[in-house]
């Protein structure tokens, strides 16, 4: 089961990406979240398998994980390059799929841990009748990072941990820095995602160890 901070790499600066990642495994962040985007499901085109192959052997290195969250359409197609390429979770979105149980399935049947995500407008019922490993409430909406985090997510948060039980981990992402990452954890959040707030920073390194000290207190 994933657990603690993960660092967005939507953030960082790709023409110094492995640097990046060093810096925030080195902090201890004990997984890094890979954001995919296809121009459809979400407006922009960010990365793809490629990225994730490009990080694997570091951050395995570390003991770390790579989270990866596909706000793409049909994810069913892509599931088998993502595990390939070196994917220890792959987040796919309520939203995005007819196919969602079979997906989960697919994401499992490869060997990675399964994650559905939830968009703020999506009831926290949508989890009812499936069972992935990780539920992922969005906490702005997809696409484009450095966005305020969504309030009345804390209520949501609190109703999906009582939909999923104990033993799912629950992940924010969207908004997280400190401040909301320690009101997450207090509603029932265990992996929280941040991208501004790590590589935004003047120190990542320092933000990482801040952040988490919210969630561990
Ligand atoms: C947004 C992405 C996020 C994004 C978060 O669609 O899913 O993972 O990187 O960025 P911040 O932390 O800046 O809100
Ligand atoms: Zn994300």
Not at 92 to 114: F, K, R, V
Request: charged residues 15%; proline residues 6%; hydrophobic residues 45%.
């Amino acid at each position: 089961m994933l657990k603690g901070l993960a660092p967005s790499i939507l953030a960082a600066d790709f023409g110094r990406l492995s640097d990046q990642v060093q810096l925030v495994l080195d902090a201890g962040a004990p997984v890094i979240h890979v954001d995919v985007m296809d121009g459809h499901f979400v407006p922009p085109i960010t990365m793809g398998p490629l990225a994730v192959d490009a990080i694997k052997a570091q951050v395995e290195a570390a003991g770390a994980k790579i989270d990866v969250h596909l706000m793409i359409e049909r994810p069913e197609r892509q599931i088998e390059a993502f595990a390939k390429a070196g994917a220890d979770s792959i987040t796919i979105h309520a939203e995005s799929t007819p196919h969602l149980h079979y997906t989960l399935q697919a994401i499992n049947d490869a060997g990675c841990l399964s994650g559905l995500a939830l968009n703020p407008g999506t009831p926290a019922e949508a989890v009812s009748e499936l069972a992935p490993d990780m539920v992922l409430c969005m906490t702005v909406n997809p696409g484009w990072g450095g966005q305020r985090f969504l309030e009345h997510s804390l209520s949501k948060l609190v109703r999906l941990r009582t939909l999923i039980g104990p033993g799912t981990a629950l992940e924010v992402d969207g908004g997280i820095d400190a401040e909301t990452a320690a009101k997450c954890a207090a509603a029932g959040a265990t992996v929280f995602v941040a991208g501004t707030a790590v590589f935004g920073a003047q120190d990542p390194a320092a933000a990482v160890q801040t952040i988490t000290t919210a969630i561990t207190r």
